[in-house]
């Protein structure tokens, strides 16, 4: 079992390594690159479509949800540890280089992730009960008529739901005793007990959910870290700098930083990049594809949004509150992850107090994840309902919500070493579709721009009233 436990851990890492890296960048950069450098063009358009229309009635357009519950559903599975505890295990390694390599792969990012969206959208279909329902299995099989790739994506995704939901109702729990001192199969039982109101409640209770209880953490979460980097403002400009410097030269070992080279800074922020934000894996369009809207490439705009929010302000705001407050170089390096995760809320405890910046970064964490796990538990029905069916799907939702008291506890640890493994599952299928269907975004896109964005801007009359949009 040993042996077994360190050979996926070999592959795990290698995968994660430079092949996964070069993939998502390699893609995203193809992306950005055939589509014009679209995300960077109309970036100001992007925001006033998505955060500048949020209380926009779209009640008669086709969708199940709102285009902003949309967002703040696929949002919901994306902010959490890694763009808060994760920023600062990433810095602890790599450096205040590994920033700007956190802001490089999320500027790149932006268009995998307005590309996948925007074909979620053009492939969605109505199910049994009249939801519209979509993701990378339905864009693979009926785009690119590649329906085994379709199915290895959606079997992945359907099983890796299981152990991440495990893993991350291990940290709410582990959060939860160290914090407050209370009993993991007490906590497992709640967790489970609420992640079951909200999951059985279907798409349109999670998009409730999430379209409440998200912004309203975003914000609060970013008002404590501004705080932290006020306190420290005087250190704000040569953080700055050393974010650039390091990019690009080593920085020398200090306190408890080992030191960092190029390598040690590209790998760990371009990681950290990825994971933040889950451009290009496949998932955002699952929660997409059942917004309200007039066009696969309005919905998509919801993607470039996205990715600016989980890295570029929350994983930012994380880093200068670690790099201002200096909490990055009294962490131990030989600590492991679970020592690095101190740096946020060290960092939080210069502004609150020690006790009160811990609590306050759990409570985050704590609520962060429980919003994840209900996503993450669509997304898994999503995909067993694609490969066997509407009643299918709601057995292995009982088996998600089961998952998550066996994870809280403690159990089937083994099984959580898969984990990155069936990550990679479905992000290489999905990479595969996007730079394959390129050409599709890329007519979509101008597709949009001249008859929507041009007419909307007065710049041209109304030429057809055929959108394009999904089914």
Request: with cysteine.
């Amino acid at each position: 079992m040993d042996l077994i436990s360190q050979w996926v851990a070999e592959i795990s890492a290698w995968i994660w390594g430079p092949p996964m890296i070069i993939l998502l960048l390699g893609g995203g950069l193809f992306l950005t690159i055939r589509l014009k450098f679209f995300q960077f063009r109309y970036f100001a358009h992007a925001m006033a479509q998505t955060v500048g229309r949020i209380r926009k009635n779209t009640d008669h357009l086709e969708g199940t949800l709102t285009p902003f519950q949309a967002f703040t559903s696929a949002l919901a599975s994306t902010a959490g540890a890694t763009n808060i505890v994760g920023v600062g295990v990433a810095i602890a390694i790599g450096g205040p280089g590994a920033m700007f390599w956190m802001w490089a792969v999320a500027l790149i990012g932006m268009a995998s992730k307005y590309s996948e969206i925007l074909l979620g959208v053009k492939y969605r279909e109505k199910n049994e009960e009249g939801h519209f329902v979509g993701g990378p299995m339905y864009y693979i099989q009926k785009g690119l008529g590649w329906k085994w790739l379709a199915v290895l994506f959606a079997f992945g995704l359907m099983v890796e739901v299981i152990p991440s939901s495990m893993v991350q109702s291990n940290s709410i729990s582990s959060t939860v005793k160290t914090a407050f001192g209370w009993d993991p199969v007490v906590t497992g039982i709640i967790i489970t007990i609420l992640t079951a109101i909200v999951v059985f409640g279907g798409v349109k209770r999670i998009g409730n959910v999430a379209e409440k209880i998200v912004p309203f953490m975003v914000i609060v979460y970013l008002i404590g870290a501004t705080g932290v980097v006020l306190i420290h403002a005087d250190r704000l400009p040569a953080v700055i700098a050393d974010i650039f410097t390091h990019a690009f030269t080593p920085i020398s070992a200090t306190g408890g930083f080992a030191g960092a080279g190029i390598a040690m800074a590209l790998r760990w922020g371009m990681a950290r990049g990825a994971y933040s934000n889950e451009a290009g894996m496949g998932t955002a369009p699952i929660a997409h594809a059942t917004a309200q809207t007039d066009h696969p490439a309005r919905q998509g705009l919801w993607g470039v949004f996205s990715v600016f929010v989980d890295t570029l302000v929350i994983c930012t705001m994380s880093g200068l509150a670690v790099l201002t407050a200096g909490t990055w170089t009294q962490v131990n390096a030989e600590g492991g992850e679970a020592a690095l995760a101190n740096a946020v809320p060290l960092a939080f405890g210069q502004l609150m107090g020690e006790t009160a910046g811990s609590i306050f970064v759990s409570v985050f964490l704590l609520i962060f994840v429980m919003t994840t796990v209900g996503v993450l538990i669509f997304y898994g029905e999503k995909q067993a309902e694609y490969l066997f069916g509407l009643t299918f799907s709601k057995i292995m939702r009982v088996v998600y919500i089961l998952s998550m008291f066996v994870g809280a506890v403690g159990g089937l640890k083994f099984v959580w070493q898969f984990l990155d493994i069936l990550l990679a599952m479905i992000v290489v299928p999905n990479m595969i579709a996007l730079l394959f269907m390129s050409k599709e975004v890329k007519e979509e896109t101008e597709d949009y721009i001249e008859n929507i964005y041009k007419v909307e801007k007065g710049l041209k009359k109304p030429t057809s009233p055929d959108t394009g949009a999904g089914a």
